[in-house]
């Protein structure tokens, strides 16, 4: 027994291992300049081994080489970035950002809203003809099935059912479902030349 309290030890070999790290640094550099040819990514890779090996220092085995240690993480740290940026699509002249286009989500969301609201106003039979129908994917039987009700009452609740949903929403026909005109011309815009 050393004579030192647990915590004691604990510190002595964080020192050491700190101590450890930064006489490292300049071995380090050395090896990630010459896998990354590049003086800020070999400093980007040293930077991320540090970061590594100081979150993982319980896993090292104090008594080992500490340089062996950080020279094999910061090996396995370049191949997974090389790995990744292999991946990754080069766009220098932003070409391929410019023409992507996405329809912006909250036009979706409050159509929704507006539509449950809508739905919420129908009679129960309507509303449970055209969510069987409409929304649920039954056919015209299945839902009469499930009702208790005739095919040709169901028939008749659904089309009651559009009708107010679209008097509700203000649609006059299909021309209202669907991007409207600045999206169709946003997409269009966007789309590769033939």
């Known amino acids: 027994m050393t004579g030192l309290s647990r915590s004691q030890q604990e510190k002595n070999e964080s020192k050491e ?11 380090l550099r050395a090896f990630a300049l010459s896998l990354a040819q590049s003086p800020d990514r070999a400093d980007d890779l040293v930077q991320e081994t540090l970061v590594k090996a100081w979150d993982k220092q319980s896993a090292f085995q104090p ?7 950080l020279f094999t993480i910061l090996r396995n ?3 997974s970035q090389l790995r990744k940026r ?3 699509v ?4 932003g070409t391929m950002t410019e023409r992507l286009a996405v329809h912006p989500g909250q036009h979706g969301r409050l159509d929704l809203e507006d539509l449950g609201s809508a ?6 039979d309507q509303r449970e003809a055209i969510v069987l129908v409409g929304a649920l994917g039954f056919s ?15 028939k008749s609740r659904v089309s009651r059912a559009r009708s107010g949903l679209m008097e ?20 269009r815009a966007n789309l590769p030349a033939r």
């Open 77 to 79: 740290e370049f191949y």
């Open 17 to 27: 291992f700190r101590d450890g790290l930064l006489a490292s640094i300049p071995s």
């Open 119 to 124: 739905l919420e106003l129908l009679p129960d």
């Open 168 to 187: 509700r929403l203000g649609l006059e026909g299909d021309a209202d479902f669907g991007p409207d005109s600045l999206d169709v011309e946003v997409m």
């Open 63 to 69: 008594g080992t080489k500490l340089k062996a240690w």
């Open 90 to 93: 080069l766009d220098g002249e």
């Open 140 to 154: 015209y039987a299945e839902a009469a099935e499930v009702c208790n009700c005739a095919v040709g009452t169901i």
């Open 86 to 88: 292999g991946r990754e």
